[in-house]
């Protein structure tokens, strides 16, 4: 209980602290030992709670959810103001009914509802508290170097550092609590709070970019706020005040799904699964931190949490076949949309949104296979892909740029980083590295599964497109030039703390995920579904010695070789040289430049992203109609 | 379940076994176009003569991937001929394909650059046929290891017809046929020299040259698998689909590699759709 209590406070102290401090000494140390405070505790109640199932506290329910209220109450009028200010009328409308629909709630039906338990732990809550405190916290150490760089960069942008790490750490302290929190309305508070951080982050810069995309954030996270404020309504007025998860769960499928449905909405657009794709990557234009923050830690795991918690009345529905099928196509097409890409943010924010889809299937299948993958799915990739971020952002420092283009033969420029880079693509895709065990799960969840080899198929066909442009960019990496000039030596040692901790849990999660699976994942499954699932033994041992080929190859570099006779590679013909490229007409000399394929007649954005919108729209008119059906008929 | 007598004898004989086949495949290949050909064994005088040459590089890197390509080529049939997890199996496939295609890369050169592009969009082009093909084989024998699938007591192509043709189709690709051998051809010269083979040479080349017969050994092992309810219609169903794709091979002209995908594509989804759809109709599944 105290565990949980500082791990939501104590954020939020720190974050107050960074609104007063301004100096940046002072600054760097507070950020540095609240994160390791945050990291240390996560640990600790880890140790300590792992194996006591799932405990409730009746924490002083009636002051804090007043206080909360009024909190909410304040944050929408600050949104109104800004909605009326930047005359953006969809957020106003919205802010708007949304409050109102909380506002009758609160006038007419608060008193009614009784939720005995408001907060909850369990192993499921333990693993989001560990990407939280963990990963969260090290994205925030990233940042001090970062943002130092960044405004050094920026002079134009005013310097409000100081608000900047008062969001960060809002943030994480109201995922805390989000993960943590029993009472639905509660997990729609800290719901909020996330939403508007995220779009304070976003629109940090306040650039007319930064601002506009900012707004579509929060449009559409507000749209998905409307439909977890109707969900709260509908089981206040229709289910006797369900409004503790614990209860929802237990309660029948029939009963609740329609507001169940309603929360999955929100959750889809916290995911930013398609149609509401645009606005993670519209979030691209604020500084990295707040982009590997969102994508891995934050906001878009918020959103899948959600999910994975109601999974069990999703389970057999066709209301959850259809979200799965949204889940699906999104992983589908934004996986072929990545292809296109040559922004290295672009591609990594459609790999996000291709991954949430998949672990979005998997929560609408909602087996306990599928679950135990989507929880594989939510460790490995908030690791790899917080470590790519992290990386994409140094490089973008020292290179000036984020195209992949540009990173050509960054192994001889920066290897360390390059190297970092390969470990988190290799993390991404390729055996025996996480995700791609998650998807190995995947498939075996998704054929048991009804109706299950319609997602196979497509999980078939989306996994060879990630495949292939995680393997082109890791390929521009790798290409050894003949630049040979150092751009490591000016990066800010806390950023290397991030990255080579990142880097270091990239693999390790890898040795230890069956003790991960044993400890957290399998023991949660038996309670919610009473029925576990695991890799067996001999394909974990496989996957072991996999793993320490690969970590042993790359080692056989370092050992002392015979220096071989070296080579210009082949250009076909008398006119080249040796540094790629041709002597030309009238004595000039021509550059090659190689360049990745990108395909876009077939993997266009502007295309694949309209036809995602069109379908997913559909489907989600379908999958409401249908959870009417079963909540109202039945 | 894991047959180490499998792992030693694929080891052990798959190079003997690979290099024979090449060397058989040359030969029928010269009398299809109304040539004598070769001695069977010129693969191996041919391998044997590359790693007498001088080694040398385009880089220090170039030799660890291949290096690496090796390893990871003969794990994946190692792990196939000892019974092990055939997803596990195609997951190891696509890393040592990787490796060979992050080789070509480093090289920095233009023939060798567009050979690992292509090379990776081959991967795209068949990597979802061959994971609908072993979740076909689950769907009909409840298991994905390589052993139960083996001891499956009917033939499994008679449930799998689609998804058979559909892997034969893909296979051309992974043999390195035309008319989908855009990455590489075995054939002299290539409008990309030699693709992503380009920039190795001597030993290296050499090295590559014995992936791909335990490669082929480890793909024929696959099609056995169809056909494995009999030992003796099996192996003659290998050797009829090898000679198949030889007569592909000589009778077809290269294709462009929108072609390759597209094609591969169109094929996994029709016969995957349809071939599974129609095994969860009858419940089979």
């Known amino acids: 209980m105290q565990l949980l209590l500082f791990l939501i406070l104590g954020p939020l102290i720190t974050a107050f602290f960074m609104l007063l401090v301004r100096k940046e000494p002072e600054r760097n140390w507070i950020v540095k030992l609240s994160a390791l405070g945050i990291g240390v505790v996560t640990v600790i109640l880890l140790l300590s709670l792992f194996d006591k199932g799932t405990l409730y506290y009746s924490f002083a329910a009636e002051s804090t959810s007043l206080l909360m209220f009024f909190i909410e109450m304040a944050i929408a009028v600050f949104i109104l103001y800004l909605g009326i200010k930047y005359k953006n009328y969809l957020v106003t409308g919205l802010i708007l009914l949304q409050s109102g629909l909380m506002l009758y709630f609160e006038l007419v039906y608060a008193h009614s509802v009784d939720v005995k338990y408001t907060l909850f732990i369990d192993q499921f809550s333990i693993i989001m508290a560990l990407i939280i405190g963990i990963i969260g916290s090290l994205i925030c150490v990233y940042a001090l170097g970062y943002m130092k760089d960044f405004h050094a960069h920026h002079k134009e942008l005013p310097d409000r550092r100081n608000i900047f790490f008062f969001i960060m750490f809002a943030f994480l302290s109201a995922m805390f609590g989000l993960v943590f929190s029993n009472n639905l309305l509660w997990v729609y508070f800290f719901w909020e709070i996330t939403t508007l951080c995220s779009f304070l982050l976003i629109g940090y810069t306040k650039t007319e970019e930064a601002t506009s995309n900012a707004f579509t954030a929060l449009w559409m996270n507000l749209l998905g706020g409307v439909g977890f404020a109707i969900a709260i309504l509908y089981l206040a007025t229709q289910t006797g005040g369900i409004m503790g998860l614990e209860a929802l769960l237990a309660s029948g499928k029939a009963l609740v799904l329609i507001p169940v449905v309603l929360i999955g909405f929100a959750g889809l657009t916290k995911a930013a699964q398609l149609p509401f794709s645009s606005w993670l990557v519209g979030a691209m234009v604020a500084p990295t931190p707040v982009s590997a923050l969102l994508h891995s830690s934050t906001m878009v795991k918020a959103g899948v949490y959600i999910l994975v918690r109601l999974a069990p009345i999703f389970q057999a529905t066709f209301s959850g076949y259809i979200l799965a099928f949204i889940g699906a196509l999104t992983f589908l097409l934004a996986s072929a949309i990545a292809i296109s890409q040559s922004n290295a943010k672009r591609v990594l924010a459609y790999s996000t949104i291709a991954n949430l889809g998949l672990i979005v299937a998997c929560a609408g299948i909602g087996t306990y296979e599928a679950i135990w993958a989507a929880i594989l799915l939510i460790i490995f990739h908030a690791i790899s892909k917080s470590l790519l971020f992290l990386s994409v952002g140094t490089v973008e420092h020292q290179i000036e740029s984020r195209d992949i283009e540009d990173m050509n033969g960054l192994i001889m420029r920066m290897p360390k980083v390059a190297a970092m880079m390969v470990i988190g693509i290799a993390g991404m895709f390729l055996a025996p590295f996480g995700m791609l065990i998650s998807k190995w799960a995947a498939i075996q969840a998704f054929i048991d599964a009804p109706f299950g080899f319609i997602f196979v198929i497509i999980l078939a066909f989306g996994s060879a497109l990630t495949l292939f442009f995680w393997a082109k960019w890791m390929g521009r990496l790798i290409v050894v030039t003949l630049e040979r000039e150092n751009l490591e030596t000016k990066i800010d040692s806390n950023i290397w703390i991030a990255l080579v901790s990142l880097a270091g849990l990239t693999a390790i999660t890898c040795f230890i995920f069956p003790v991960i699976s044993a400890m957290l994942i399998e023991p949660f499954l038996l309670q919610t579904y009473g029925n576990v699932t695991r890799l067996s033994q001999d394909n974990i041992i496989i996957m072991v010695m996999m793993l320490f080929l690969i970590v042993l190859l790359p080692v056989s570099i370092l050992l002392p070789q015979r220096k071989y006779r070296h080579l210009t590679p082949y250009m076909g013909g008398m006119t080249t040289n040796t540094d790629l490229s041709y002597n030309g007409a009238i004595g000039l000399k021509r550059d090659l430049k190689l360049s990745n394929y990108y395909i876009i007649p077939w993997f266009g954005e502007v295309k694949l992203q309209t036809l995602g919108i069109y379908l997913c729209t559909g489907l989600i008119g379908i999958m409401f109609v249908t959870a009417a059906y079963v909540g109202v008929i039945v | ?285």
């Open chain 2, 1 to 285: 379940m894991i047959s180490v007598a499998g792992v030693v004898v694929f080891i052990l004989l798959s190079p003997v076994i690979g290099g024979l086949i090449a060397g058989i495949d040359r030969k029928i290949t010269a009398h299809m176009q109304g040539r004598v050909g070769p001695t069977i064994l010129q693969p191996f005088y041919d391998v044997g003569k590359l790693f007498e040459k001088e080694m040398t590089v385009a880089n220090d890197t170039q030799r660890f991937y291949v290096i690496s390509y090796f390893i990871f080529m003969i794990f994946t049939g190692a792990l196939f001929f000892a019974g092990g997890d055939i997803l596990l199996v195609i997951f190891a496939l696509t890393l040592a394909q990787i490796f060979l295609v992050l080789g070509a890369y480093s090289a920095n050169s233009p023939y060798s650059h567009v050979g690992a592009e292509r090379e990776l969009i081959q991967i795209m082009a068949y990597e979802p046929m061959v994971i609908l093909a072993a979740v076909g084989m689950y769907v009909v024998t409840k298991s994905f290891n390589v052993s139960a699938i083996a001891s499956y007591n009917q033939p499994l192509v008679l449930f799998l017809p689609g998804i058979f043709a559909g892997f034969i189709y893909v296979l051309t690709i992974k043999l390195r046929k035309s008319p989908f051998d855009i990455s590489t051809s075995h054939h002299a010269h290539q409008e990309i020299v030699k693709g992503v083979t380009t920039e190795f040479s001597g030993p290296t080349l050499g090295l590559i040259e014995i992936t791909h017969w335990y490669e082929t050994v480890f793909l024929l092992g696959f099609v056995y698998l169809f056909f494995a309810f009999n030992p003796l219609i099996g192996i003659v169903a290998v050797i009829l689909v090898y000679l198949l794709e030889l007569l592909i091979d000589n009778a077809s002209a290269r294709v462009k590699w929108q072609l390759v995908m597209k094609s591969s594509w169109m094929v996994a989804a029709i016969v995957g759709v349809v071939n599974l759809a129609i095994l969860y109709y009858m419940g089979v599944g």
